[in-house]
């Protein structure tokens, strides 16, 4: 079993709909918890970054992290066609041997059409 | 400022052949990282290295080498291509811990043939 579990989807939206993205881990040490958006033949680029349980927002988006259940999630209100990309969850320990890396999910794509 | 930067874009090789895949950073970042993304896979460590003079095995290191060769450099060699090198590779680097996130490259695209 994977560390990090995501679905791949693919997820198709009409445009102005709210996304949910969300991942799994199996991994109780792991304290920071990332979004990481990447379109298509780019890099990924950090898009929101969480320390431990609770919520944070940064304009459309919303990042989720529930410790208790292992499960972190990813909000798009009001979604855009420049939205479409592939989105990765990813996160790291706080010390042990996962310390200083990055584990990754899958990566789910998303496409928002007009 | 560029940020992460590979080379080459794009490579084509035949089985057995050798090729080293280059990145720099200017952000004066202690850490660097190889990753290899496939279809389904996600992103996969292959090396790392956490500070100037040290490298360590990823997930997926058979295959390869890697050489620090600086603050600034960390290079990916492969001595051998097979086929099942084929795949997007990226190189990241990150402030001290990757806590904070990485800044990725934009990739170099291997075709193994």
Known sequence: QKEVEQDPGPLSVPEGAIVSLNCTYSNSAFQYFMWYRQYSRKGPELLMYTYSSGNKEDGRFTAQVDKSSKYISLFIRDSQPSDSATYLCAMSAAGGTSYGKLTFGQGTILTVHP | ?113
């Not at chain 2, 090729?19 to 279809?39: E, F, G, I, K, V």
């Not at chain 2, 996969?44 to 080498?65: F, H, M, Q």
């Open chain 2, 1 to 113: 400022n560029a940020g992460v930067t590979q080379t080459p874009k794009f490579q084509v090789l035949k089985t057995g052949q050798s090729m080293t895949l280059q990145c720099a950073q200017d952000m004066n970042h202690n850490s660097m990282y190889w990753y290899r993304q496939d279809p389904g896979m996600g992103l996969r460590l292959i090396y790392y290295s956490a500070s100037e003079g040290t490298t360590d095995k990823g997930e997926v290191p058979n295959g390869y080498n890697v050489s620090r060769l600086n603050k600034r450099e960390f290079s990916l060699r492969l001595e051998s291509a097979a086929p099942s090198q084929t795949s997007v590779y990226f190189c990241a680097s990150s402030s001290g811990t990757a806590n904070y996130g990485y800044t990725f490259g934009s990739g170099t695209r291997l075709t193994v043939v």
